[in-house]
């Protein structure tokens, strides 16, 4: 479970950013209605499952959702990575901030003890990186690295006792690989449960489902797959899959004994998954899912099938422009999902003003990026804005620029008006 995330000058971000998912203390009455959108986890703290994030093109959304996604991936990719590898981001290059480190920090729940992993680096190496947690409610360290405090590793490291002969993972950690990831790899135990948490529970998108884990799931849930599609308003009542092995030509290169290039095709053998659907005006006539099927039916249907698995699991969702392709109605019923599940969460960002509605969303759900002067993206809560009630209209304010976060168009000229 996600509490609060950091970064600082990456892309578009130039001075710290937060995305703090910890609920508001509200105790207004569409606040105290919305009691589902949120997670108790006890001593009067609670959670939000859902988080909106709205802003104009080009305003840095997908910054923010690139970073979280690159710095997410350097904790179970970094392992693989040699020493002419440079690292697939970009600072913020607008000013000086290009010449400064990068910053990652995130703060989250994982078998109900907090924790708190940070590091910075450059597009060529790690600085520094540490991991703290909160056994008894005070921060305790686990380790601390600082690439610049000396030369031996005894110099650039700190630890506890929490992770068993520490210094051997330490020497087997260059500067290009980040040290939970080394750990893991070595079979520490909380460096794996940490590396789990990122691999397994922070899912980065609902693509890359394999063929496998797709047939089984519509298998065992075709019933749930069907109600949740008719609830969207599709007419299908029926839905077949299974692996096919396809036949196809592919062009190969080969020498001879003599040292010449030949090509020659030969048959190579994969396997599909097909999937066939079938719909209420005539239900035994079978329909090609992918290729008879909208976009937008085939998108919900992956959705779907990833949101059974994050939703009954209690792992957290991160989606950049959830309603490309998907009906209003159905993305409130992907937030209903979650507002209904245990514990699971969902981060995603928008231009769908139709969920800013207070009966769909508290005002600590709903966040906001803008463009500052200097050209670097800023992100706040509409929570911030503490003389907009929650009797107001969250949309209308919105779309009026009350939050400095749409585009401001000028219509005085006609751009396309040949002078000549």
């Not at 109900?112 to 921060?139: H, M």
């Not at 919900?300 to 949101?307: C, E, G, N, V």
């Not at 003389?387 to 107001?392: I, L, P």
């Amino acid at each position: 479970m996600i509490l609060e995330i950091f970064i600082k000058n990456f892309f578009s971000v130039r001075d710290e950013l937060i995305l703090d998912l910890r609920a508001a203390k509200s105790k207004s009455s569409k606040s105290l209605s919305l009691e589902g959108n949120t997670i108790d986890i006890g001593q009067g703290e609670k959670v939000l499952k859902t988080v909106a994030v709205y802003g104009s093109n080009a305003s840095g959304k997908s910054s923010v959702i690139k970073a979280i996604r690159f710095c997410c991936a350097m904790v179970f990719e970094s392992h693989n990575h040699n020493e002419n590898t440079v690292y697939n981001f970009k600072p913020f290059k607008l000013d000086s901030k290009i010449d400064e480190p990068s910053e990652f920090g995130i703060r989250f729940l994982m078998d109900g003890i907090q924790y708190y992993y940070t590091f910075s680096l450059t597009t060529t190496r790690i600085l520094k990186e540490a991991l703290y947690f909160y056994p008894k409610g005070k921060q305790s360290r686990i380790f601390e690295r600082d690439e610049t405090a000396g030369v031996s590793k005894k110099d650039k490291y700190k630890f506890s006792g929490e992770i068993k002969r520490p210094l051997d993972v330490a020497e087997s950690t260059s500067n290009k690989t980040l040290y939970v990831s080394r750990a893991s790899q070595m079979d520490r135990a909380i460096a794996k449960k940490v590396f789990s948490f990122f691999n397994e529970t922070f899912i980065l998108n609902y693509h890359g489902q394999s063929i496998e884990h797709v047939n089984q799931i519509i298998s065992n849930e075709k019933q749930f797959i069907l109600k949740a599609l008719q609830i969207a308003d599709s007419d299908i009542i029926n839905i077949e899959c299974n692996n096919e092995k396809v036949k196809s030509q592919a062009i190969r290169l080969n020498v001879n004994k003599f040292g010449k290039e030949e090509i020659s095709n030969h048959e190579v053998e994969n396997e599909v998954l097909k999937i066939k659907t079938y719909h209420k005006s005539n239900p035994n006539v079978a329909f090609d899912f992918y290729t008879e099927e909208s976009d937008g039916t085939q998108k919900l249907l992956f959705i779907i099938l990833k949101l059974l698995d994050i939703i009954r699991n209690n792992k957290i969702l991160l989606i950049d422009e959830i309603d490309t392709s998907l009906h209003t109605k159905i993305v409130e019923y992907i937030l209903w999902l979650f507002h209904h599940s245990s514990n699971s969460q969902l981060i995603f960002t928008t231009h769908n003003t139709n969920l800013m509605n207070f009966d769909l969303l508290r005002k600590d759900q709903i966040y906001f990026v803008s463009k500052s002067d200097n050209g670097s993206s800023e992100l706040y809560s509409l929570y911030d804005f503490k003389d907009f009630r929650e009797n107001m209209d969250p949309e209308k304010g919105y779309l009026m620029g009350r939050f400095n976060a749409i585009p401001f168009l000028n219509y005085s000229e006609n751009v396309f008006v040949n002078e000549n």
